[in-house]
């Protein structure tokens, strides 16, 4: 979260926030009144038409509202669907950008979206619906890019089967990112002619993931040798030398 989204907290009289959103951010909002609009525990989320509603009515009645949402409000997140009903109703309103997963969820994992000689771009998609994501991977051109896929860890099979279909080679690394920042967070990486089968056992296969596909990838295993190597070099220069013979003991 951005130091402007915790000063809106602090001010807000309602808050209406999705699933996602994490009870430390949400402690933020002291004197708030609070109301969860997101799918919880099964149940579904409120209607997108009702959240649109409930922002208006409150704006009217005069109240500091947020709509409090995970990662960046404009990223796979409906935030300009709610911009433009404020508009239509004539309420303005603040835009408060937040970190999206896509670029927090990798780089806690030490992935970069970009690396000279890797990846030069990235590409986020959401892979909730095979009409949404299908057109967009077919074409995207096979390993320039690093990949970034939203909402789509129940798709990963068929996801990988596409890029394969398409071109990418089967070695290209890829990884799964799941409930990332959080203690229950899942990390998996290999090449992508296994992300298709990779078993993501409950409860993680029912929390947010995301997948990542790309050169790019691979550099944590990458700093992990390097890692590894480096400290085997200081245990070996930390290694007893024999002393020169005019001040070895003389006993
Ligand atoms: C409806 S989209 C919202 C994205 C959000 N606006 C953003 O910028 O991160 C929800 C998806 O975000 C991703 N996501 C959110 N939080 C995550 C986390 N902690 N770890 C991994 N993926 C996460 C998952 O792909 C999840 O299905």
Redesign the pocket.
């Known amino acids: 979260m951005t130091v402007r989204a915790v000063q809106r907290l602090v001010e807000a009289e309602l808050v209406l926030y999705?699933a996602?959103v994490s009870e430390g951010a949400l402690a933020w909002a002291r004197q708030a009144r609070r109301v969860c609009v997101g799918k919880r525990a099964g149940r579904p989320g409120v209607e997108q038409e009702v959240i649109n509603r409930m922002l208006v009515r409150a704006a009217r009645a005069g109240q500091r509202v947020v709509r409090l949402?995970?990662?960046?409000?404009?990223?796979?997140?409906?935030?300009g669907e709610e911009l433009l009903a404020l508009a239509e109703a004539g309420i303005g309103c603040e835009v408060v950008p937040?970190?999206?997963?896509?670029?927090?969820?990798p780089a806690l994992s030490g992935i970069p979206l970009t690396h000279r000689g890797l990846a030069s771009g990235f590409v986020v998609v959401?892979?909730?619906a095979a009409e949404s994501y299908r057109p967009l991977l077919d074409r995207l051109p096979p390993g320039g890019l690093t990949l970034l896929?939203?909402?789509?860890?129940a798709n990963r099979a068929p996801i990988a089967g596409q890029l394969l279909r398409a071109g990418w080679d089967p070695a290209t690394p890829s990884a799964i990112?799941?409930?990332?920042?959080?203690p229950a967070?899942f990390t998996w990486s290999g090449p992508l002619e296994h992300l298709g089968a990779v078993a993501v056992p409950a409860p993680w296969s029912e929390?947010?993931?995301?997948l990542v596909v790309g050169s790019v990838a691979a550099l944590p295993e990458v700093a992990e040798l390097a890692r590894a190597r480096h400290l085997s070099s200081i245990e070996r220069t930390a290694q007893p030398r024999a002393a020169p013979a005019s001040l070895a003991d003389p006993a």
Not at 69 to 79: A, M
Not at 98 to 105: I, K, Q, R, T
Not at 149 to 153: A, H, I, P, W
Request: charged residues 10%; hydrophobic residues 50%; neutral net charge.
């Open positions: 999705d996602l949402k995970c990662g960046d409000p404009f990223v796979l997140g409906r935030g937040g970190v999206s997963s896509a670029l927090a969820a959401s892979g909730h896929v939203l909402m789509g860890l990112l799941v409930a990332a920042s959080t967070s929390l947010p993931g995301i």
